[in-house]
Nanobody, 123 residues
Framework: VQLQASGGGLVQAGGSLRLSCAASGRTFSTYPMGWFRQAPGKEREFVAVIPWSGGSTYYADSVKGRFTISRDNAKNTVYLQMNSLKPEDTAVYYC?????????????????WGQGTQVTVSS
């Protein structure tokens, strides 16, 4: 599986962005997909995860109510809609795929990673 993240950019606080992650590989629709982010000098942290079915999702407390993860298996794409952005959301955002069922929040539980897309939120 190869993952290609896009949609990052510079936005003012309170604004919105939608990230996309395009996947190659016929088994994409069976994988849970997650978004992580990494700010300068910090460890990569969990943001959101969605199961293969697109059902129950799970979010980090810091983004709950502001971000929405979704997927379109027909297009092999997962999205992260980010609203009410804050300066502390500034980071490189990564999408990831896991071959294990479940709503995973740890980086070690993911097997495939995209290259990352920069999100910068100005105050």
């Amino acid at each position: 599986v190869q993952l290609q993240a896009s949609g990052g950019g510079l936005v003012q606080a309170g604004g919105s962005l939608r990230l996309s992650c395009a996947a190659s590989g016929r088994t994409f629709s069976t994988y849970p997909m997650g978004w992580f982010r990494q700010a300068p000098g910090k460890e990569r942290e969990f943001v959101a995860v969605i199961p293969w079915s697109g059902g129950s999702t799970y979010y980090a407390d810091s983004v709950k109510g502001r971000f929405t993860i979704s997927r379109d298996n027909a297009k092999n794409t997962v999205y992260l809609q980010m609203n009410s952005l804050k300066p502390e959301d500034t980071a490189v955002y990564y999408c990831a795929a896991s071959t294990q069922l479940g709503l995973h929040t740890l980086t070690r539980e993911y097997d495939y990673w995209g290259q990352g897309t920069q999100v910068t939120v100005s105050s």
